[in-house]
């Protein structure tokens, strides 16, 4: 739901990759939006599994039209909201080391943003960039050595760059499995709604 505010008319925009709802990875999107709130901006939340959308499937359609319009799904519902944040948070569990095919399929969609030119290798730029736009990522992992983690924050951070997203912070939660573990640890919410808080005061200034 979003969460309105008509003093600074920046948004920032929350998207969770986790199939177990209101987990972790949900847990721990609120709480850094909580912090995003405190500092006066709105706020959307969006648990991707609610959403019915499939992966990119390289029509290129986009490359003409400037959107996705090889595929008619939930991500047409998704696209607005992007566009009207200027702040965007992602957070994941580790899926075998990556993303969750959720998360994935989200940030592949977002190749429509792309314009290429008629050069070979293809140069390209993003309608994404240029506009101050920032992102902060968290990612959930089960085990307890970063090298568990594997690709998960990489994946998420080198897709939302090439786009024009200056990444303000990342957050990696370690030993985390069991529903809903995460409330307990107050270090890691508290450290969650400062890095909302960072990432609304970095939009601001």
């Not at 648990?47 to 029509?59: E, R, S």
């Not at 359609?61 to 948070?89: A, E, F, V, W």
């Not at 429509?112 to 390209?124: G, I, L, V």
């Not at 994946?155 to 990444?167: D, H, K, N, Q, V």
């Amino acid at each position: 739901m979003p969460h309105n505010n008509e003093k600074s008319g920046l948004k920032v925009l929350g998207v969770s990759g986790s199939p177990r709802k209101n987990g972790n990875s949900d847990i721990l999107l609120k709480q850094i939006l909580n912090g995003v709130r405190e500092s006066g901006l709105e706020t959307e939340a969006i648990h991707l599994p609610d959403y019915q959308f499939q992966a990119c499937i390289g029509c290129e359609k986009c490359r003409r039209d400037k959107i996705c319009t090889g595929l008619n799904d939930g991500m047409t519902l998704l696209y607005p909201s992007l566009q009207q944040s200027q702040g965007l948070i992602l957070v994941s569990p580790t899926h075998n080391y990556n993303i969750t095919a959720w998360m994935k399929a989200f940030i592949d969609r977002l190749y429509c943003f792309y314009d290429f030119a008629d050069t070979r290798p293809r140069s390209w730029s993003s309608r994404l960039a240029g506009q101050g736009r920032k992102a902060l990522i968290a990612a959930v992992c089960e085990q307890k050595d970063k090298k568990d983690m594997g690709f998960t924050l990489d994946a998420m951070r080198l897709p939302l760059e090439a786009l024009g997203y200056e990444i303000t912070a990342e957050l990696a939660a370690y030993s985390i499995f069991d529903k809903g573990l995460v409330k307990k640890e107050n270090e890691i919410m508290i450290y969650a709604a400062d890095l909302g808080k960072k990432l609304a005061n970095d939009l601001q200034s």
